[in-house]
């Protein structure tokens, strides 16, 4: 068998090892709808706490977002492989998400809530998490929403706060809603490549 | 010359060698997931899986999600020694055969 083993054969398997490879280590999450999920649970719960219930507004939308969050993520979870990057991002964005939502439940119900040292904290969690992603993953566009959340908590601390609150949602908007939509569309491009791969080694 | 080594025949072939290089850069994966990146059909995939689950390349455990049965494929440390000697000794098949 060896000596019929031609050389472009041998290619062809180092190929074929190469590309399945990286096919395996590809980042198979899909987790920019989530970004976008929780963007917008923030904006309604800030909303409704500001037409006067911050002691239901918080509690209720934090709850349905996760509710949601745990539905939709177990879904798509069981279409994929486990991997010890997809572990380590999902101990992240869990250990940051019930560290948020028991701060925020709290403060609003015991009607502690300050916006500064509100905002100073949530910007603190959500900029480590989102440093933290963005090294394991070597995510450049996410490290800058990291630097967007630390931005805001310094500044935020200089201002007032209706300025510290518009601040606030500000960074909500990039980090959340226009990262998220942008991650939707980087998969959905990889989703589609994928396919016209698979359709073009079929042919 | 020195003498050139053998390539392991249960990994060679393509489907068999796809799935192992799969396997090595995932913790587990499923049938579906193997399936879709593989391209392959249920009945040959499920046959090559079942040659690297008696060769002791792979171990696979089977239980029930959500009341839907589940089949999870992972890389032995045994498999992930036959592939990196089976990797070595295609470079130096691919050295010999670009210096002859």
């Given at each position: 068998?060896?000596?019929?083993?031609?050389?472009?054969?041998?290619?062809?398997?180092?190929?074929?090892?190469?590309?399945?490879?990286?096919?395996?280590?590809?980042?198979?999450?899909?987790?920019?709808?989530?970004?976008?999920?929780?963007?917008?649970?923030?904006?309604?719960?800030?909303?409704?706490?500001?037409?006067?219930?911050?002691?239901?507004?918080?509690?209720?939308?934090?709850?349905?977002?996760?509710?949601?969050?745990?539905?939709?993520?177990?879904?798509?979870?069981?279409?994929?492989?486990?991997?010890?990057?997809g572990r380590s991002m999902m101990a992240i964005w869990i250990g940051m998400g019930v560290s948020i939502f028991l701060l925020m439940?709290?403060?609003?119900?015991?009607?502690?809530?300050?916006?500064?040292?509100?905002?100073?904290?949530?910007?603190?969690?959500?900029?480590?998490?989102?440093?933290?992603?963005?090294?394991?993953?070597?995510?450049?566009?996410?490290?800058?929403?990291?630097?967007?959340?630390?931005?805001c908590m310094i500044a935020a601390q200089f201002v007032s706060a209706t300025q510290a609150g518009i601040l606030f949602l500000v960074?909500?908007?990039?980090?959340?809603?226009?990262?998220?939509?942008?991650?939707?569309?980087?998969?959905?491009?990889?989703?589609?490549a994928v396919a016209a791969r698979q359709g073009a080694s079929h042919a | 010359m020195p003498e050139l080594p053998e390539l392991n025949?249960?990994?060679?072939?393509?489907?068999?060698?796809?799935?192992?290089?799969?396997?090595?850069?995932?913790?587990?994966?499923?049938?579906?997931?193997?399936?879709?990146?593989?391209?392959?059909?249920?009945?040959?995939?499920?046959?090559?899986?079942?040659?690297?689950?008696?060769?002791?390349?792979?171990?696979?455990?089977?239980?029930?999600?959500?009341?839907?049965?589940?089949?999870?494929?992972?890389?032995?440390?045994?498999?992930?020694?036959?592939?990196?000697?089976?990797?070595?000794?295609?470079?130096?098949?691919?050295?010999?055969?670009?210096?002859?």
């Amino acid at each position: 068998m060896q000596e019929n083993t031609s050389e472009l054969d041998l290619k062809d398997r180092i190929n074929l090892i190469e590309t399945m490879i990286a096919e395996g280590r590809r980042k198979t999450e899909s987790w920019g709808w989530t970004f976008v999920l929780w963007g917008l649970a923030y904006y309604v719960a800030i909303a409704w706490s500001y037409l006067g219930q911050p002691a239901l507004a918080w509690p209720i939308t934090m709850i349905a977002a996760s509710i949601l969050t745990g539905v939709l993520a177990s879904r798509a979870a069981s279409k994929k492989p486990e991997t010890t990057i997809g572990r380590s991002m999902m101990a992240i964005w869990i250990g940051m998400g019930v560290s948020i939502f028991l701060l925020m439940v709290t403060l609003s119900v015991s009607g502690r809530m300050e916006i500064h040292v509100g905002i100073a904290i949530v910007g603190a969690m959500l900029g480590t998490a989102n440093a933290t992603s963005s090294i394991i993953l070597r995510w450049k566009m996410q490290f800058a929403c990291a630097v967007v959340w630390w931005a805001c908590m310094i500044a935020a601390q200089f201002v007032s706060a209706t300025q510290a609150g518009i601040l606030f949602l500000v960074a909500l908007f990039f980090c959340q809603i226009v990262f998220g939509i942008y991650g939707m569309i980087r998969e959905s491009q990889r989703n589609r490549a994928v396919a016209a791969r698979q359709g073009a080694s079929h042919a | 010359m020195p003498e050139l080594p053998e390539l392991n025949p249960v990994i060679h072939g393509k489907l068999r060698l796809a799935l192992l290089s799969l396997l090595s850069s995932v913790e587990e994966a499923e049938f579906t997931w193997l399936r879709s990146k593989t391209g392959s059909t249920d009945g040959n995939l499920g046959a090559q899986l079942l040659k690297l689950e008696e060769a002791g390349y792979v171990a696979v455990e089977k239980k029930f999600v959500q009341r839907k049965p589940q089949t999870l494929y992972r890389m032995t440390e045994l498999g992930r020694e036959a592939l990196t000697e089976y990797v070595q000794a295609l470079k130096q098949l691919l050295g010999a055969a670009i210096g002859a």
